[in-house]
């Protein structure tokens, strides 16, 4: 996305931009092509000084262009990791590579080495808040033998449970991790809390170790150990043991799964639980680009349920799912529907209802921001009635559309040009240079630009018009944003030859004479041109490859 670029795109240069070059470019095109440039830029040529020296800063940076290009292991290194790539310490004391896959793994390593010198400045914090709500009263109060005995015409809605946890991790070396988490719960103005700490050790690439203390007021010291283990490539398993200290005595547990890659979108898994809670559970999950798929059975105590669920994740919008459940065992069926969408870069809201016997209905809501969770369960009746129902779905809908109208999209287009203002504070000098290094190519380019619109009259060839490049606004009401296209006209026509014009697929930005007028914003090239005595038009977005002369963009006059 361009808004995500920030500095990255003026620092780093497009080299085959500046050069006009594909990416697959061969060696005889860069050189071509490096040719062409020398000779407008060759400061040799121009007897003005400071046309001359405009000349030499261009000259230097087509040159630099040409050989990082021309240099199989710097063209690959700038080719995966861009110019910063290449100014990362280490690359003096590598031997020469042959290959783009070494060359990946050299850069990766140097990477490893740099994030463990920052390895005691990281965490992990993770945090979820639940707050259940009783709103049985907003309809269990029209029941023919509901009595108000609060005296009250308003429904009583009350917060009857809440749970807080916070854990936070903490490497000590790289492969020693500590964590410490934290929850407190209350229900019914009955509480308490724990607080667990953790130590994981990584034993190798096939397996770690965890060893937990913890403590608490409603269950007393707690001892545990778990450990993982890859036993094959496609298998792995864990296992959890957990020893906890009560007024009863000790009650010992044991939790193991199995898990198996039946095929690379397909896991299996295993459960056995010993303890107080025994139980075997068995379930399939299939995870693809447009799906997620469980089925899951368990028998124990003190539930035995079947469960099968589907969540469908939409191509065309990767930030809405939808998602449907049923489960049924010795306590009921319940069935449960939602949707879930991505409202910022960071944040998920979803929404499910739960119908079930003898459950009754309940909303939950769910957001997730960064690595915090926030949910809550709305209890609304412990009846199957239609009118729960029917508000559960429609009035979180309602709710949504309202706010992602009135609140969201006004918010997150304010955000936007929040740090739009702010890239382009922070980048003025640079886009100012860019803007003067522009100016100057052009006035570079007047005498070959001259000599080629003079050889293309005189065959009826390809005639640059006019031409415009950056954010055109249609919009009446935003005159004012005219101002982020700038004109290219030379620039383009002095790349014409033989009465054609070739643009590869890259951001005209940095193409001679061209400079970024609108950073972060979606930009595009339009083209007014005359080709065998008749006018043209093509607009092509920013990152495109145009050819010309088109005939299908022919201009009607007579309008």
């Not at 450990?227 to 094959?232: M, V």
């Not at 898994?269 to 379930?283: D, F, H, V």
């Not at 449960?336 to 909303?363: D, F, M, N, T």
């Not at 779905?393 to 955000?415: D, E, N, S, W």
Request: charged share 25%; with cysteine; aromatic share 8%.
């Amino acid at each position: 996305m361009a808004t995500a670029l920030g500095e990255e795109e003026l620092d780093n240069e497009d080299y085959y931009s500046l050069l006009n070059v594909r990416r697959e470019a061969s060696s005889e095109e860069l050189k071509a092509a490096y040719r062409r440039l020398c000779m407008l830029y060759h400061p040799d040529k121009h007897r003005d000084p400071e046309l001359k020296s405009q000349a030499e800063r261009l000259f230097n940076l087509v040159h630099q262009a040409y050989e990082v290009l021309s240099d199989p292991q710097t063209r690959a290194i700038y080719d995966i990791y861009g110019k910063r790539g290449l100014e990362m310490e280490g690359w003096e004391v590598v031997e020469r590579r042959r290959t783009p896959a070494e060359i990946r793994e050299e850069f990766e390593r140097l990477q490893r080495e740099r994030e463990e010198r920052r390895l005691q400045q990281r965490t992990n914090p993770k945090g979820t808040i639940s707050v259940g709500v009783d709103a049985t009263d907003l309809f269990d109060r029209y029941d023919e033998e509901y009595e108000d005995v609060s005296g009250s015409g308003f429904p009583q809605i009350e917060i009857n449970k809440m749970h807080i946890s916070q854990s936070i991790e903490a490497p000590l070396t790289a492969t020693d991790t500590a964590i410490l988490s934290g929850s407190l719960s209350t229900q019914n103005g009955n509480g308490g809390g724990s607080i667990n700490f953790a130590l994981r050790r990584v034993t190798s690439a096939k397996g770690w170790g965890e060893l937990e203390f913890g403590a608490g007021d409603l269950q007393g010291p707690l001892f545990g150990l778990k450990l993982f283990r890859n036993l094959t490539p496609r298998c792995f398993v864990t296992t959890n043991c957990a020893l906890q200290f009560s007024s009863r005595g000790i009650r010992p547990g044991l939790t193991t799964v199995l898990a198996r890659n039946l095929d690379k979108n397909t896991v299996g898994y295993l459960q056995w639980r010993w303890g107080i809670q025994s139980a075997m559970n068995t379930s399939i999950v299939r995870d693809t680009k447009t799906s997620h798929f469980t089925v899951a059975l368990q028998l124990g105590i003190p539930h035995s349920f079947a469960l099968i669920s589907y969540q469908h994740k939409f191509q065309d919008d990767d930030q809405t799912r939808v998602k449907g459940s049923l489960k049924a065992g010795f306590f009921g069926t319940v069935v449960e529907y939602g949707a879930e969408r991505k409202i910022s870069r960071h944040s998920v809201l979803g929404a499910a209802v739960s119908v079930g016997v003898p459950q009754g209905v309940s909303l939950k809501v769910k957001l997730n921001r960064a690595s915090q969770t926030y949910f809550f369960p709305i209890h609304l009746t412990d009846q199957l009635l239609p009118s729960a129902v029917f508000y559960a779905t429609v009035g979180p809908l309602v709710i949504y559309f309202a706010m992602h109208r009135l609140i969201i999209k006004p918010y997150l287009r304010a955000q936007k040009e929040k740090e739009l203002e702010k890239q382009r504070e922070s980048t003025a000098t640079d886009i100012l240079q860019k803007k003067q290094e522009a100016e100057a190519a052009v006035r570079l380019m007047q005498e070959s630009v001259r000599r080629i619109i003079e050889a293309e009259e005189s065959r009826m060839g390809l005639i640059i018009v006019n031409a415009w490049y950056g954010k055109f606004v249609n919009d009446k009401s935003k005159k004012s944003e005219k101002v982020k296209v700038i004109d290219v006209t030379v620039p383009l026509q002095c790349l014409v030859k033989d009465s054609k014009l070739i643009l590869t697929e890259a951001s005209k930005a940095g193409l001679p004479g061209f400079y970024d007028p609108c950073v972060g914003e979606e930009k595009s090239l339009r083209v007014l041109y005359q080709f065998r005595g008749v006018l043209h038009q093509v607009t092509v977005p920013d990152s495109e490859a145009l050819r010309i002369p088109k005939q299908s963009h022919r201009i009607d006059t007579d309008g």
